[in-house]
């Protein structure tokens, strides 16, 4: 295609949104209209399928569930009004706590202000929340926030440490839906431990965020917590920004909330449009079934063009890749659907792998996200009449002809500024334009099956470890790792405990391995 002709496409296919100032550029896929003439009864049965779901449809049929993030949004769409109500004070009890907080109404013991976050949870419990602050967090926030998003004990350690002498004014979010997965719970006992160690009462520091009546709801109430916040089942942790999981942090940091609610209401009303070319997640579905087949068979690589926007891929990798990385299909057909998501940020990226996505193995398509404001205040020149956004802006046009001359497509998202009602839009976005690609390849979106097998695997291993340690201590003389296995009632896990007794060892937990390291099978194993 020439210039004239690619220009004349890009007209025809630009989305933009005039209240959100948000312009959506299709163009540089290659589809063609009998693509999308062949797509279009795939799309009404996925505009319906939305439809149903935002009325209250069991959307998750294998985990019987409603599926409501819109309502967060738009809480007269709840289906009933009880559930709307439930929405519209837990909003205004975030609120009302987030400003006591900051006032020093609410206060520690020992400290007139809280001056720290720490905020504990993983996956959908800390994507939203640390993404949002990345974005959206002012450079000196009312509260500073921390994260202890795994179960690592130097990351922990990292945080505890910069935190040392201010942790008598530290608030502490455990946040977790289900308030039972092993990472957060364990980075809650270490915080806690801490926090006794510093004579400090843990309850009047903390705050629980999960559903209902979880075993950290219970936990939180007979301790008497500082507050709890309530997660609610019809929402799933990888749309949970917009829920207490996301307002609370974001809240608490000075960021506007509300403004975040409207512009994801606001992007959902465009996506709610029943048109393909005046959808905007509509046309993303449209682009990305067409790069990979309907079968992923390309990744989505996000390169933003705005260091504030640079967690919004890792976000976007749980959203889409949890979403849509499924087995089976609605009918229990075997599919392996999936998008890869990966990506940082531009121009950062084009010095480390955009060589390959040039050159390299074809199988992506590029998503650019641009920011039309490059700051807040008139920047100096680099150059006559030229700034350094000026600068990033050619970057990413540069980047956007270079990819589309060797045949590789891209999406290009425009927003005017990173702020909340932006950054709330591209979540909507992003959430609606999953729902319908789910749709247009039969699946369901909104479980996480393949999850639990990992899950059960470390629980099994954590089990061996036990009973492995139990046998060492009964044991008077050095045991070969066979030995071991076979006392444990346990002879084909010989490589598991290996791993176990090599880990416990480096740790000086009661454990000598004697022998030649790199000849497993030369170890003989005691206890200390
Ligand atoms: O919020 P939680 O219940 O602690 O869950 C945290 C995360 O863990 C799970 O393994 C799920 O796969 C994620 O979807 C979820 O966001």
């Given at each position: 295609?020439?210039?004239?002709?690619?220009?004349?496409?890009?007209?025809?296919?630009?989305?933009?949104?005039?209240?959100?100032g948000?312009?959506?550029?299709?163009?540089?896929?290659?589809?063609?209209?009998?693509?999308?003439?062949?797509?279009?009864?795939?799309?009404?049965?996925?505009?319906?399928d939305?439809?149903?779901?935002?009325?209250?449809?069991?959307?998750?049929?294998?985990?019987n569930?409603?599926?409501?993030?819109?309502?967060?949004?738009?809480?007269?769409?709840?289906?009933?009004?009880?559930?709307?109500?439930?929405?519209?004070?837990?909003?205004?009890?975030?609120?009302?706590?987030?400003?006591?907080?900051?006032?020093?109404?609410?206060?520690?013991?020992?400290?007139?202000?809280?001056?720290?976050?720490?905020?504990?949870?993983?996956?959908?419990?800390?994507?939203?929340?640390?993404?949002?602050?990345?974005?959206?967090?002012?450079?000196?926030?009312?509260?500073?926030?921390?994260?202890?998003?795994?179960?690592?004990?130097?990351?922990?350690?990292?945080?505890?440490?910069?935190?040392?002498?201010?942790?008598?004014?530290?608030?502490?979010?455990?946040?977790?839906?289900?308030?039972?997965?092993?990472?957060?719970?364990?980075?809650?006992?270490?915080?806690?431990?801490?926090?006794?160690?510093?004579?400090?009462?843990?309850?009047?520091?903390?705050?629980?965020?999960?559903?209902?009546?979880?075993?950290?709801?219970k936990?939180?109430?007979?301790?008497?917590?500082?507050?709890?916040?309530?997660?609610?089942?019809?929402?799933?942790?990888?749309?949970?920004?917009?829920?207490?999981?996301?307002?609370?942090?974001?809240?608490?940091?000075?960021?506007?909330?509300?403004?975040?609610?409207?512009g994801?209401?606001?992007?959902?009303?465009?996506?709610?449009v029943?048109?393909?070319?005046?959808?905007?997640?509509?046309?993303?579905?449209?682009?990305?079934?067409?790069?990979?087949?309907?079968?992923?068979?390309?990744?989505?690589?996000?390169?933003?063009?705005?260091?504030?926007?640079?967690?919004?891929?890792?976000?976007?990798?749980?959203?889409?890749?949890?979403?849509?990385?499924?087995?089976?299909?609605?009918?229990?057909?075997?599919?392996?659907?999936?998008?890869?998501?990966?990506?940082?940020?531009?121009?950062?990226?084009?010095?480390?792998?955009?060589?390959?996505?040039?050159?390299?193995?074809?199988?992506?398509?590029?998503?650019?996200?641009?920011?039309?404001?490059?700051?807040?205040?008139?920047?100096?020149?680099?150059?006559?009449?030229?700034?350094?956004?000026?600068?990033?802006?050619?970057?990413?046009?540069?980047?956007?002809?270079?990819?589309?001359?060797?045949?590789?497509?891209?999406i290009?998202?425009?927003?005017?500024?990173v702020n909340?009602?932006?950054?709330?839009?591209?979540?909507?976005?992003?959430?609606?334009?999953?729902?319908?690609?789910a749709?247009?390849?039969?699946?369901?979106?909104?479980?996480?099956?393949?999850?639990?097998?990992?899950?059960?695997?470390?629980?099994?291993?954590?089990?061996?470890?036990?009973?492995?340690?139990?046998?060492?201590?009964?044991?008077?003389?050095?045991?070969?790792?066979?030995?071991?296995?076979?006392?444990?009632?346990?002879?084909?896990?010989?490589?598991?405990?290996?791993?176990?007794?090599?880990?416990?060892?480096?740790?000086?937990?009661?454990?000598?391995?004697?022998?030649?390291?790199?000849?497993?099978?030369?170890?003989?194993?005691?206890?200390?």
């Open positions: 295609m020439d210039a004239k002709a690619l220009w004349q496409r890009y007209q025809n296919w630009l989305y933009f949104h005039e209240g959100l948000l312009y959506l550029d299709v163009s540089r896929m290659r589809f063609d209209d009998a693509f999308v003439e062949s797509l279009l009864p795939k799309f009404d049965k996925a505009f319906a939305m439809a149903e779901l935002e009325k209250g449809a069991i959307a998750n049929p294998d985990e569930r409603m599926v409501g993030h819109y309502w967060l949004r738009n809480p007269d769409l709840a289906p009933t009004p009880e559930l709307t109500q439930e929405i519209v004070q837990t909003l205004e009890n975030i609120e009302a706590f987030a400003e006591k907080v900051q006032t020093g109404a609410i206060h520690p013991p020992k400290a007139s202000r809280f001056t720290d976050v720490i905020s504990i949870g993983i996956g959908g419990s800390a994507l939203g929340p640390q993404f949002v602050a990345e974005a959206l967090s002012p450079d000196f926030p009312p509260l500073k926030i921390h994260f202890i998003d795994n179960s690592d004990p130097a990351g922990i350690d990292r945080i505890l440490n910069h935190l040392r002498n201010n942790l008598a004014s530290t608030l502490v979010l455990v946040i977790s839906k289900s308030g039972g997965t092993p990472e957060p719970r364990n980075g809650m006992i270490e915080v806690k431990k801490a926090y006794a160690g510093h004579n400090l009462d843990f309850a009047k520091y903390a705050v629980a965020i999960t559903s209902v009546d979880s075993n950290l709801d936990v939180a109430q007979a301790e008497g917590w500082l507050a709890r916040f309530p997660m609610y089942d019809w929402v799933g942790g990888r749309t949970s920004e917009m829920s207490s999981v996301g307002l609370v942090p974001a809240a608490l940091q000075g960021i506007d909330v509300r403004a975040m609610l409207d994801a209401k606001e992007m959902d009303d465009a996506t709610r029943r048109d393909l070319k005046n959808n905007p997640a509509a046309l993303l579905a449209l682009a990305w079934y067409f790069s990979g087949n309907g079968r992923g068979e390309k990744d989505m690589v996000v390169l933003p063009y705005k260091d504030s926007l640079l967690l919004f891929s890792r976000y976007l990798q749980q959203l889409v890749m949890e979403s849509l990385g499924k087995e089976k299909d609605l009918d229990g057909k075997t599919v392996y659907q999936g998008i890869a998501v990966y990506g940082n940020k531009g121009s950062t990226d084009q010095h480390a792998y955009v060589q390959q996505l040039r050159e390299g193995v074809p199988n992506f398509f590029a998503t650019l996200i641009e920011v039309l404001e490059d700051r807040n205040r008139p920047s100096p020149e680099i150059e006559p009449g030229v700034t350094s956004g000026d600068f990033l802006s050619g970057f990413l046009q540069g980047t956007r002809q270079a990819l589309y001359e060797n045949h590789r497509d891209s290009t998202v425009t927003i005017p500024q909340p009602r932006t950054v709330g839009a591209l979540i909507a976005l992003y959430e609606r334009a999953v729902g319908l690609y749709s247009l390849v039969n699946i369901n979106a909104y479980h996480q099956p393949g999850v639990e097998a990992g899950k059960k695997a470390a629980a099994a291993i954590l089990d061996l470890q036990t009973r492995v340690v139990a046998v060492l201590q009964k044991e008077k003389t050095a045991l070969s790792l066979e030995e071991v296995a076979e006392k444990a009632g346990v002879a084909d896990q010989v490589e598991a405990i290996y791993k176990i007794l090599r880990h416990l060892y480096a740790n000086h937990r009661g454990v000598v391995l004697q022998g030649d390291l790199g000849q497993p099978s030369s170890l003989k194993v005691s206890a200390s």
